[in-house]
Every structure is written in C-alpha cells, then in structure tokens.
C-alpha cells in the first residue's frame, strides 16, 4: 500500500473544550512542541498543565497493528486526554525513515525497526506487544507437498527442476517477516538464506499480496491478513510453517513510545497501554466487531468483510498486549538485527523494553 492517509479523532479533552465544562479551558490551550531529549522537534503538544494535548500515532495496515483498529474505531481514544492523530505507513522500515526526527509519540510496528529506531538515538522504549508468532510461511501449492516431504531439501529439487533458486518475497530487509524467514531458513532448516534462495524486499504487504497473486514469486514470510486474503483470492499457495511451532512467543510488531510520553507524561502513557489491552481483550472476545474495525481502518476495497472475519480465526492471529510475553524470544531478533547490520550491536531486554508501564496496570 503506498499512500499515506492521515485519520483524527475527537479525544476527552477537546470534548469538554469544545462543550465548555468547567476548567477545559486550560486544557485546550496548547503551549507548543515539548521538548525532545536525543534529538527530533517532537510533536506531541504540551498542555498548561504539563501534559501531552496531542498524541501522533504511527501504524501499519495489517493485523499485528489491530489494537489500533479497535481503538480508533470502537473509541477507545477517547478515553484518553489528548487528542491523537494516526498517520499510516506500508512497512516498519517506512516508519524508522519518518521517525528520524523524532516526531510520532506512539509508533506500532514491528520490534525489528523499532530496535532501528531506538539505535539511532530516538529516545524510546517498548511498552506493550500487539501480537506474538505472528507469521506464517507460504509457499505454492506445487512446492508444498514436496516441502513435506523432504524439507529442507526441497529447495535444491526446486533449483534443479526449475533451473533457478526459489524466491521469497517479503518485506524489506531487517523488517520482522525479513528476519524471521532468515531465521526459519538458518536455524529451522539449516540453509543459507543469500546462497540457497532468494529473498526479495518488497515495500509492504500490498505487494506481496500483489506478487503472490501474480506468480512472481514462490513464496512469502507474511503475517494476517495476506494468507487468508490471498486463499479467499484463490491464489495457489498454502501455509508451509508456522512461527509459533519454530519460535514460539516470536515478537512481531510493538508499541513503541517516545519517551517525552513514556516518561514525559507516565499518566497518559498508562492509560494510552490500558486502552491498548481493552482493545487486545475486544478482539479476542469480538472477533466480528473486530474484523470490522479493521475493515474500516484499511479499506474495504483492500479487505473485504469477510476476508477480515477469516483472518480473525488465524493461529497468526495471537494478540497480546503484555510485553512480557515477547521477552524471551527479543534478543534472538535483537542478534539478527546485528548480523545484518541493522542496529549497531545486539539490544538486551533492558534496552528495549520498559515493562513499568505496563506493570503499572
């Protein structure tokens, strides 16, 4: 997905503004850009009293991302006391290129770039998860049977049947389906990814979608919607593994918080995490509702109803809101980031999580 769209809704705060309650004045006035320790001019308005008036809110289209969904939609953001922007994004590494300035309070997406952004000295910490073993590995219909078969050596009969190595397409490099399918293929399979396949970057789940479609490649590392959107499609291609039997409790996207809220406003960042494990609880309980939302979000003509409905019943489809939850399997993305130059050197739980927030609930 390429464009960009930007979606506003009414918070608490600007409510009783507008209403004219009592002592809303104060809290609608806005005293400008907080400051930005590390870097960046900030974005988050600062309110007479101290607070945030505005929180910005980077997100992606796809299903690790639901809490925002459900939180937009079904006006969870209201709750807060401020007023939050969301602004959409095709990939992580979209996200890590806009944040160099530091301007987003909140950016959900994947643990992968979020370690990108923290490494280029964005001063921020992982407050919630959004979803763990995430994604699935998909290849053609053709291939699978002899993926069962043979496993690993699947991809050599494949180069010699068809005279070229097997393609995967993906998103970008050093984005979380990147390095869970270098994972997979390395630690799983025991393959090199640069020399017994190819792996191609692709800027967001649209094209893969598109690519799997086209026949343009063999197969992808994706997480929900894509799978069932592209089975609902017809398309011939079907799961061949899973990330929560070779990795179980595999981080996929986060919610990262800058620390001018994280630490700037802790009253607002707990609420904004509290609101986040209700919308979490929402979608579990009400898959449909949820569906909808999502549906609402990304588009019908993207996603239509009863793809989203489908793509609810996934086993790729494991929201969580604790971080803890995706704490063991963290470094193990951390060290591969390193590898692949990425981050600068491996990032350790302390580095990259602040559980305080979340405790705090």
């Given at each position: 997905?390429?464009?960009r ?22 809290l609608?006035g ?21 607070g945030?008036d ?15 969904f ?22 992580g ?15 959900m997406f ?58 995967f397409?993906?998103?970008p ?42 026949g ?24 061949i ?36 494990r ?5 979608a579990?309980?009400?898959?449909d ?52 130059d990425k981050?600068?050197?491996a ?15």
């Open positions: 997905m390429t464009d769209t930007t979606d506003r809704r009414l918070s608490r705060r600007r409510y009783l503004g507008a209403a004219g309650l009592a002592g809303a004045a104060g609608a806005c005293a400008g850009a907080v400051g930005n320790p590390g870097g960046g001019n900030g974005s988050g308005g600062a309110g007479t009293d101290g945030l505005e929180l910005r809110v980077a997100y992606m289209p796809i299903y690790p991302d639901m809490q925002y459900v939180m937009r939609e079904e006006g969870y953001f209201d709750e807060l006391d401020a007023d939050v922007t969301g602004k959409r994004f095709s990939d590494p979209s996200i890590v290129q806009a944040s160099a300035k530091g301007d987003f309070d909140v950016m994947g643990i992968v770039p979020a370690m990108i952004v923290m490494d280029t000295g964005i001063p921020a910490r992982i407050t919630a998860a959004n979803i763990r073993d995430a994604m699935q590995i998909v290849a053609h219909e053709s291939f699978a049977p002899t993926f069962a078969e043979r496993g690993a050596d699947a991809f050599a009969a494949f180069e010699e049947r068809e005279g070229r190595k097997f393609t397409g993906t998103f490099p050093g984005s979380v389906p990147d390095i869970l399918l270098r994972f997979w293929l390395e630690e799983t399979l025991g393959l090199d990814p640069d020399a017994d396949v190819n792996v191609k970057g692709l800027a967001g789940a649209a094209p893969v979608q598109q690519a799997l479609l086209s343009k490649i063999d197969g992808t590392s994706i997480m929900e919607p894509v799978p069932t959107a592209i089975e609902a499609r017809g398309a011939p291609y079907e799961p593994a899973w990330a929560g039997e070779f990795m179980p409790g595999q981080p996929a996207a986060v919610t990262l918080m800058h620390d001018r809220l994280r630490e700037g406003d802790r009253e607002l960042a707990v609420e904004f995490v509290r609101q986040h209700r919308a979490t609880e929402f579990l309980s009400n898959p509702r949820a569906a909808a939302d999502a549906v609402a979000v990304i588009g019908e003509e993207a996603l239509p109803l009863e793809t989203a409905r489908k793509a609810m019943d996934s086993r790729a489809s494991a929201f969580v809101s604790d971080p803890h939850a995706i704490e063991s399997q963290a470094p193990t993305f951390a060290e591969y980031a390193a590898r692949y981050i600068g050197s990032m350790g739980v302390d580095e990259l999580f602040d559980f305080g927030v979340w405790d705090a609930l």
